[in-house]
């Protein structure tokens, strides 16, 4: 048995947008820090995404996030408590479902994998907040009760964007409640410093160059961070641990919410081959139909039960390569591995190849990444690895796996519940089957979940950065320490898949804002940057 942390996650649609509203600005305005993710109609090619000019592919980005749209929003408020232990944070996670007013492109493979992780659609297109693209439309940015003005009062709040392997998701974005995008990468980089002065932080960038984990895809990093937090705690020691408190919602609200089980790293029961794939990259190309276990914990442990043998180091390097260069992996190389589902294969892939894409091509949201660069070198072998075989029907293969394997939602109501010392909930250790539906459960909640994660990741980071002394210098009162005690090191780094350098949000001497950004920030802020 073991203990888990249940978060509640505000299911926000357009029939109580404007109830919750109140409560969602003020959940941005008095929170430290706010993370964000996104589900998206699709993303087009994958060559043209990951390739290996950067404004090259920034354009192909620019062009997913002009022809596509965003299913729906996640994004969590993390409030450091004054009154608490050390690190205790009030956390709220919304999500939100939206439905783009405009015509936009939707890719069956993405569709597929939606439904497959709980996205209802027919939810979506009868209760989605409705919102259009591209530049203010009717001056409704700074007024009345819509998605880009929630966008605008988080622009107000100045407050850290916190986002896992986020440049696609910061320019869909901006592309869907702010702006126009601008053609160039100088001119984007530019617009972001300004709208987002108080930094933006990549927890892809913090666990592969900070943390320094085996891997760094969001569900192993979460599910990571939370095991040596939990460690820290129990210990009882004074080894730096973060604490999270929820919200308490009752009556009314707590119709509004699901309850998110997300279960202590246990070693689990049935399955034990990992698959080497999934290890590595976080995502598999035969999904739910894999032979192998895709269970992170699994991975987790093994990892650290071989951690600092170097024989065995270097004998999961070989296979890795391998199996880079194994059936199908290779085209996915770089790319973040939540978002895979909704990349389109290009025309000069081979015919096999095309036509496994066109039947499903594994899912791509904000988080993680397929090909790593430092993290790659650092995972560790273990007995039982193995790099499964294609399975010929890939009609359900797309999968991401980087939620936290839980369920979707408890019969419990929704009183305060902390991470360690609030009422536990319990999960038998799931059998092979239940370890087959794990891979395909990733709830009706992702974007808010993940969202959750990514926050608790960053949380974390802060923490234990902070007391090995590679953090910021903590000054007396509140606003300095909070403005100084979060990643310098990080800061407005974000990471770039398959690259050994991320990309540096700054405006630089030779770029300048776009015309729209200026004309934005002038209704943001009344001309004060």
């Not at 080497?276 to 914990?297: E, I, K, M, V, Y």
């Amino acid at each position: 048995m073991a203990s888990s942390l249940v978060v509640p996650v505000i299911d926000v649609q357009n029939d109580n947008f404007k109830e919750l509203w109140p409560a969602m600005v003020l959940a941005i305005k008095t929170s430290s820090f706010v993370a964000l993710d996104t589900e998206l109609s699709g993303l087009g090619n994958r060559k043209s995404l990951l390739a290996e000019s950067i404004e090259d592919r920034y354009k192909a980005i620019c062009h997913a996030a002009r022809s596509r749209s965003i299913l729906s929003l996640g994004f969590a408020c993390y409030k450091k408590l004054d009154n608490k232990a050390a690190d205790t944070y009030l956390v709220q996670v919304y999500n939100l479902t939206l439905l783009c007013s405009e015509e936009y492109i939707i890719e069956p493979q993405s569709v597929q994998f939606l439904v497959q992780h709980g996205f209802d659609f027919n939810k979506q297109y009868a209760h989605g907040i409705p919102y259009c693209k591209g530049n203010n439309k009717g001056g409704s940015d700074d007024r009345g009760v819509n998605i880009r003005a929630l966008f605008t009062e988080l622009l107000r709040a100045k407050k850290p964007l916190v986002l896992h392997n986020g440049l696609i998701d910061m320019a869909f974005l901006y592309q869907s409640f702010y702006a126009h995008l601008p053609e160039r990468l100088a001119t984007f980089t530019a617009d972001l410093s300004e709208m987002f002065p108080a930094g933006i932080y990549d927890t892809k960038y913090v666990t592969e160059f900070e943390l320094r984990l085996s891997a760094s895809y969001l569900e192993y990093a979460f599910k990571k961070c939370k095991l040596d937090n939990s460690r820290s705690v129990t210990s009882g020691g004074s080894g730096p641990h973060v604490h999270v408190e929820f919200c308490q919602y009752a009556g009314h609200m707590s119709s509004y919410v699901d309850y998110r089980v997300c279960p202590d790293v246990a070693p689990p029961q049935g399955q034990t081959n990992i698959c080497q794939r999934f290890s590595a990259f976080g995502w598999c190309l035969n999904g739910t139909q894999c032979p192998l276990s895709h269970d992170t914990d699994l991975i987790i442990l093994q990892d650290e039960k071989g951690l600092g043998d170097k024989r065995k180091k270097r004998k999961r390097q070989r296979e890795k390569k391998r199996g880079k260069a194994a059936e199908g992996s290779s085209i996915f190389d770089g790319a973040p591995e939540n978002k895979i589902p909704h990349m389109e294969m290009d025309m000069e892939e081979t015919p096999d190849d095309q036509k496994k894409a066109e039947e499903t091509v594994p899912h791509m949201d904000s988080d993680g990444n397929t090909q790593q660069t430092e993290g790659e070198n650092k995972k560790t072998d273990s007995d039982g690895n193995g790099l499964c075989e294609d399975i010929t029907d890939l009609e359900k293969s797309a999968t991401a796996d980087d939620n936290a394997n839980s369920k979707n939602k408890t019969d419990n109501g929704a009183d305060s519940r902390t991470e360690d010392g609030g009422r536990e909930k319990f999960s038998d250790h799931p059998s092979k089957t239940d370890d087959q539906k794990k891979k395909a459960d990733a709830g009706t909640h992702r974007a808010g979940f993940d969202a959750f994660m990514t926050a608790y990741i960053f949380a974390y980071s802060c923490t234990v950065i902070k007391k090995d002394g590679a953090g910021g210098v903590e000054e007396k009162g509140h606003q300095k320490e909070e403005e100084q005690s979060w990643l310098p090191t990080c800061l407005n780094k974000v990471y770039l898949s398959g690259k050994a350098a991320p990309l540096n949000v700054v405006k630089s001497t030779f770029s300048k804002s776009s015309k729209a950004h200026v004309q934005k920030m002038e209704m943001v802020w009344g001309g004060r940057m």
